[in-house]
């Protein structure tokens, strides 16, 4: 094998064993990879699940420098589903969610900090109902890597809670319903043409 | 005098009038009673229960009486002038379309989700269109917002049966209390 070839494999291996560099990911919601769940307990006997169908966002992450993870999600309130019409519809009503007044909650993070083993937890500011308070998610990496169609994806899960009346939710469900856990599961493809490189 | 007659209505109209009467009337407000119920009283669940069985039995009586309608002799109308008589036929048509289309808006709003309506346990009303974005909300806004017109307009028809029956004084409402004494009957059997 002559040394160009040797060097060129060389080159081709290093670009393909190194992650990538910093990179900004779109939350992919058009294929439905990102996942946005809340639970709170009903009357104390069992959870109550529901998501919110439509939101958007992005985050920026470099598995280098983990501290520079940046996220911004901007949920469509009116989207929940709890799997039932007619309690969909009050959780819009004013009572709950209000969302002929707030048609959009958001979350933009402010710091990371990294824990290790693809752990951190994600400080932010959450604006539900009109009203934004700090919020943190405690996040865990799921994976990242190349995909079959040409791009390249990162995945998270975090969990938070917050209490209802926080975000201006005056009724008071009882003791065991004043806390909304949220779930998300979320999958980003890397934007901006920072895609494989092949060398040739 | 099961059947109408051109100067009176029959008992089968009588009767369907009526209870289509106090079934809508009462279906108005329970629908109004029950959404200002609190999640936490007890009639929170069962009050829809019954309001959705009841909308759907007056949606099949409200289909008894077209047919019954369009089966049988309208009674002449006791309208003074042509204007009158226009303005009663869009009331009452109105009187009929409207619980027609919040049956329909009503059944829209509880099978948004692709639930069935479940009538007492007799029977389900299956859902057909649904998972429409947003639909149990545009279809409850519309049910609401057509429960209040029809309000409306059932209060101009007791204005103007009152009208005509203790100002005109001409039988509006004593017809449709009872059938009249018979008038002039087409019979067959008795032409010579």
């Known amino acids: 094998m002559t040394s160009t070839l040797k060097a060129a494999l060389l080159g081709v291996l290093i670009a393909v064993s190194g992650p990538t560099p910093a990179a900004d990911y779109v939350i992919d919601t058009k294929g439905a990879h990102a996942f946005i769940q809340f639970r709170i307990k009903h009357l104390g006997y069992s959870w109550l699940i529901g998501r919110f169908n439509r939101f958007e966002g992005e985050f920026r992450h470099d598995e280098k420098a983990p501290a520079s993870t940046r996220v911004e999600v901007t949920i469509d309130t009116e989207s929940i589903d709890s799997n039932h019409a007619e309690r969909d519809r009050h959780l819009r009503d004013e009572e709950f969610l209000a969302v002929d007044r707030f048609p959009q909650a958001r979350f933009v993070s402010t710091a990371y900090r990294d824990l290790g083993e693809g752990k951190g937890e994600l400080d932010g500011n959450f604006t539900l109902r009109g009203v934004t308070r700090p919020l943190t998610i405690a996040v865990s990496k799921v994976g990242e890597g190349r995909d079959p169609w040409g791009g390249y994806r990162a995945g998270f899960e975090g969990t938070t809670r917050f209490k209802l009346a926080d975000f201006g939710v005056e009724r008071d469900l009882g003791p065991a319903s004043r806390e909304v856990i949220l779930w998300l599961g979320i999958e980003g493809i890397q934007s901006g043409g920072q895609k494989f490189r092949k060398k040739p | ?192």
Not at chain 2, 2 to 26: E, F, P, R
Not at chain 2, 40 to 49: I, K, S
Not at chain 2, 67 to 93: F, K
């Open chain 2, 1 to 192: 005098m099961w059947s109408n007659s051109t100067d009176s209505y029959g008992w089968l109209q009588i009767i369907l009038h009526w209870s289509t009467a106090v079934l809508v009337l009462g279906l108005i407000a329970l629908g109004l009673y029950m959404t200002g119920l609190d999640y936490y009283d007890p009639w929170y669940h069962r009050a829809p229960e019954v309001h959705r069985a009841i909308g759907i039995l007056t949606g099949l009586l409200v289909a008894l009486r077209l047919v019954a309608r369009a089966a049988q002799t309208t009674p002449r109308s006791l309208a003074c002038s042509a204007g009158q008589r226009r303005a009663a036929g869009i009331v009452h048509g109105l009187l009929y379309a409207l619980p027609v289309a919040m049956v329909i808006t009503g059944y829209l709003t509880s099978t948004a989700d692709g639930r069935a309506v479940d009538v007492f346990g007799w029977f389900e009303v299956p859902a057909t269109l649904h998972g429409i974005p947003g639909q149990e909300d545009i279809a409850g806004d519309i049910h609401f917002a057509l429960a209040m017109l029809l309000l409306g307009v059932i209060a101009l028809h007791l204005a103007a049966a009152w009208h005509h029956q203790f100002m005109m004084r001409d039988d509006t409402l004593r017809r449709m209390l009872r059938p009249l004494t018979p008038s002039p009957q087409p019979d067959h059997e008795e032409r010579p």
